[in-house]
């Protein structure tokens, strides 16, 4: 069972992990490829996450989350929660 959006597991991971480079955000996100192109799109589109360059590769691609964003994951006090399998 899957109760958990494609969206908000992007926006929690970057709110518990902070900026991310596109690579290690798609390996730790449960969707396909496609799926996880179309949704991140949709969120910077949105203005919910930002594009910043990599210092460390110029031509790499961080993202983050927006400021307003991160202030409201604070204000909803999410703590992180064990996974049980």
Not at 6 to 18: A, D, K, M, P, R
Not at 23 to 48: G, Y
């Amino acid at each position: 069972m899957r109760l958990v959006t494609g969206s908000f597991e992007i926006v929690y991971w970057l709110y518990t992990n902070g900026p991310t480079n596109s690579r290690d955000l798609a390996r730790q996100i449960k969707v396909s490829p496609a799926n996880f192109q179309i949704i991140l799109r949709r969120l910077r589109e949105d203005s919910l996450v930002l594009i910043e360059t990599d210092d460390a590769d110029k031509r790499g691609r961080r993202y983050s989350l927006a400021p307003e964003v991160w202030d409201q994951m604070k204000a909803l006090d999410i703590k992180a929660v064990p996974q049980v399998d």
